[in-house]
């Protein structure tokens, strides 16, 4: 009865360098998050996803970051040329269906440095 | 806009109670609450719909009054295990692309430590 699972725990990576950060939503669950949390906050909405399809990426900085949840395999969170403000951990949420009402169940997070 | 929770840190003995407070500026259709233990993923708590519901899980309930746009948290005589940092996630119905969804802002957390 597996959960939300995001890979790579941790991730480390230097200035300039991409980061790619997985999240395979729960059994049945088509709707997928993604949130960046700082030490010491709270979560904050970066983009939501459904199959193939971008529904709300207001959350998501207009450069570097991108998203996609292809028909087959895991969400993906792309960060390029990383800087250091970039520290911080992701989570990914997955949700069975799209109302308000529908809870969100969370992944492990991944904690990405940059050195 | 993000919503406030009060307090923002509480220290309690093993068996007291608790009420943390969560108030947003929007109208709202429900409110999520979640636990985080530190480094650990954020844990579902339960949702509050509209209709002033009382929910509970375990000795934890909560309330929600939509006219006040506001929800509590209760925890009725804590144990250890409630130490974590509590968020509120306020939900608001979107539409985008010809898709109505639910958005989560959630607050800036409240942490809860409980002590033996």
């Known amino acids: 009865n597996a959960g939300v699972m995001q890979n790579p725990r941790h991730l480390v990576r230097r200035r300039g360098q991409e980061a790619r950060l997985r999240c395979s939503p729960m059994k049945g669950h088509s709707h997928v998050y993604w949130y960046r949390q700082l030490p010491e906050e709270g979560l904050k909405f970066m983009v939501y996803l459904q199959k193939e399809n971008i529904i709300d990426e207001s959350g998501m900085p207009k450069e570097r970051f991108s998203a996609e949840f292809p028909k087959e395999g895991p969400s993906i969170l792309r960060i390029q040329q990383v800087v250091r403000g970039d520290s911080a951990a992701y989570f990914c949420?997955?949700?069975?269906?799209?109302?308000?009402?529908?809870?969100?169940?969370f992944g492990d997070g991944t904690r990405l440095s940059i050195l | 806009q993000q919503p406030v929770q009060s307090p923002q840190a509480v220290i309690l003995r093993e068996g007291e109670d608790a009420v943390i407070n969560c108030s947003s500026s929007k109208a709202l259709y429900s409110v999520h609450w979640y636990r985080q233990k530190h480094g650990e993923a954020p844990v579902f708590l339960m949702i509050l719909l509209k209709g002033g519901e009382q929910k509970g899980h375990e000795k934890i309930s909560a309330s929600f009054n939509e006219k006040k746009q506001q929800s509590s948290l209760y925890l009725t005589a804590s144990q250890l295990s409630y130490s974590g940092t509590y968020f509120c996630g306020p939900a608001q119905r979107r539409s985008a692309g010809g898709t109505s969804y639910g958005k989560l802002t959630f607050g800036q957390g409240t942490i809860l430590t409980v002590h033996p």
């Open positions: 949420a997955s949700s069975r269906g799209q109302e308000p009402y529908q809870p969100q169940h």
